[in-house]
């Protein structure tokens, strides 16, 4: 998708399908978004709020990396349940996106825990905007 220079700017759970072969399909495209290489970056502030990244929050344009930052709260709701900066007031939710260090549960506390392989691919997936 990238490649055909889309940026999907959507990806969560609800969105991604599995046909009856086992292959994953992504859905909804409604927000998406074909980038030409003479327009500026977008800067619209579209997505789903436990999922969007820093500078869609900060309104500062964005590119293909809101993608990846996705699939990095993607993976860690999979493992732990949870997006990993999810407040019920949506605006302190947006805060803790753009400032705080990504909130590891503890095994004792919770009952999951995340291995350092998958802390790893978190944190650079995270990392890549």
């Known amino acids: ?6 940026i999907y700017r959507d990806l969560k ?6 046909d009856i072969d ?5 859905a909804d495209f409604g927000i998406a978004k074909i980038m030409n290489e003479f327009e500026d970056e977008p800067n ?19 590119d293909f990396t809101v993608d990846w930052w996705s699939l990095g709260v993607l993976i860690y709701e999979m ?7 999810y407040n019920p007031n949506q605006h302190q939710m947006y805060h803790l996106i753009q400032n705080a260090p990504i909130r590891w549960p503890q095994k004792e506390r919770h009952g999951v825990e995340v291995s350092p392989v998958a802390r790893d691919l978190i944190s650079k997936v995270r990392s890549c905007f």
Do not use: A, R, W
């Open 1 to 6: 998708m990238h490649d055909s220079k889309v």
């Open 13 to 18: 759970p609800e969105n991604i399908l599995i």
């Open 79 to 85: 493992i732990v349940g949870i997006t990993p900066f």
């Open 22 to 26: 086992g292959y994953i399909k992504l």
């Open 44 to 62: 619209s502030f579209c997505g789903t709020p436990e999922y969007l990244s820093p500078e869609i929050i900060n309104g500062s344009g964005h």
